[in-house]
Each structure stands twice: as structure tokens, then as C-alpha cells.
């Protein structure tokens, strides 16, 4: 059985540092279907940033299902609070299918990945690298989930 909540992120992790929180969220979160996390192979650049954004978007697109639906996390997405990044992930879960979430490469992603995502989300204002990207995202999911389900973690 795949796991409910995927993210996928182009590239490899450079430290281990981030291994142990987002471990211990995805373990709480088997529960609820569970989190698995992919790399994907990041494109070499050879020239131009749009070749390395469709290339990359493509390697993410294949690894989306019909049923799944993608959310792009990129700083130029839409700012949400808990409540309606809990909404999200809600209205996910109630489509069937999996909540696939995306992390693009060192030039983010290109208008083929946005335009191909259910919504295109920030988890900050700032731009986050992809460890603390990922801590972040596997911390509100959790966070998410509980509020969902009444479980003591929010507040």
C-alpha cells in the first residue's frame, strides 16, 4: 500500500540533520494513511533555467497518479494559515487519491509544473532550502491532521 501523503523533491538530501524530525512526524502520521517522501533526479544545466524546470517538472509529473492531487510548494504560492493548509489537506483526503506535495530544484518550479498542480502553495515568505522545507511541511501536515481528527497537538 503507497502511502497516502507523498512529497516529492527534485535532488538529494546534502545532511542528515533533518532526518530525525521528519521521521518522527511521519511515524505519527501512519495513522492517517501514512508519508513517504521521493527524490527525483534534478536536470543538469546546460544553458537555460526553463530546459531544467520542464525537464524536472516532467520527472514530477510522472510520478503523479490520476487520482493524486499535486501541490506545488513554491514561494510565489498562495500564503496559507493552518486552519486552510488543514482545509487542504481535508478536501484532499476527501477526493480519493493521494495528497502528492512537490519540491522543485535550485531554480524552483516553471509555469508546466504550476500550471499542472491542483494549488501551489508557500510554506514561508522567505525562500526555504529543501531540509528545512521538508521539516516544515511534515510538522503542518501533522499539525493539520490532528486538528482534523481532534487529536491534542494545535494548541
Same mark, same amino acid.
Given at each position: 500500500?503507497?502511502a497516502?501523503?507523498?512529497? @516529492?523533491?527534485?535532488?538529494?538530501?546534502r545532511?542528515?540533520?533533518?532526518?530525525?524530525?521528519?521521521e518522527d512526524?511521519?511515524?505519527?502520521?501512519?495513522?492517517w494513511?501514512?508519508?513517504?517522501?521521493e527524490?527525483?533526479?534534478?536536470?543538469?544545466?546546460?544553458g537555460?533555467?526553463?530546459?531544467?524546470?520542464?525537464?524536472?517538472?516532467?520527472? @514530477?509529473?510522472a510520478?503523479?497518479?490520476?487520482r493524486d492531487?499535486?501541490?506545488?510548494?513554491d514561494?510565489?504560492?498562495?500564503?496559507?494559515d493552518t486552519?486552510?493548509?488543514?482545509?487542504?489537506?481535508?478536501? $484532499?483526503?476527501?477526493?480519493?487519491? $493521494?495528497l502528492?506535495?512537490?519540491i522543485?530544484?535550485?531554480?524552483?518550479?516553471?509555469?508546466?509544473?504550476?500550471?499542472a498542480a491542483?494549488?501551489?502553495?508557500?510554506?514561508?515568505?522567505?525562500?526555504?532550502?529543501?531540509?528545512?522545507?521538508?521539516?516544515?511541511?511534515?510538522?503542518q501536515?501533522?499539525?493539520?491532521?490532528?486538528?482534523?481528527?481532534?487529536?491534542?497537538?494545535h494548541?
Amino acid at each position: 500500500m503507497s502511502a497516502r501523503f507523498r512529497l @516529492l523533491r527534485v535532488g538529494k538530501a546534502r545532511g542528515t540533520w533533518s532526518d530525525a524530525p521528519v521521521e518522527d512526524w511521519s511515524k505519527r502520521i501512519r495513522r492517517w494513511g501514512g508519508f513517504a517522501e521521493e527524490d527525483v533526479k534534478p536536470e543538469p544545466f546546460k544553458g537555460s533555467v526553463e530546459a531544467v524546470r520542464d525537464a524536472e517538472a516532467a520527472r @514530477l509529473l510522472a510520478r503523479v497518479g490520476a487520482r493524486d492531487r499535486l501541490i506545488a510548494l513554491d514561494e510565489r504560492g498562495e500564503r496559507l494559515d493552518t486552519d486552510a493548509f488543514a482545509q487542504l489537506v481535508d478536501a $484532499g483526503r476527501q477526493a480519493g487519491g $493521494g495528497l502528492v506535495f512537490a519540491i522543485g530544484g535550485p531554480y524552483g518550479h516553471g509555469p508546466t509544473l504550476r500550471d499542472a498542480a491542483h494549488r501551489v502553495v508557500r510554506l514561508s515568505d522567505l525562500v526555504l532550502n529543501h531540509e528545512i522545507a521538508r521539516v516544515v511541511l511534515v510538522e503542518q501536515l501533522y499539525r493539520a491532521l490532528t486538528l482534523l481528527e481532534g487529536v491534542p497537538y494545535h494548541h
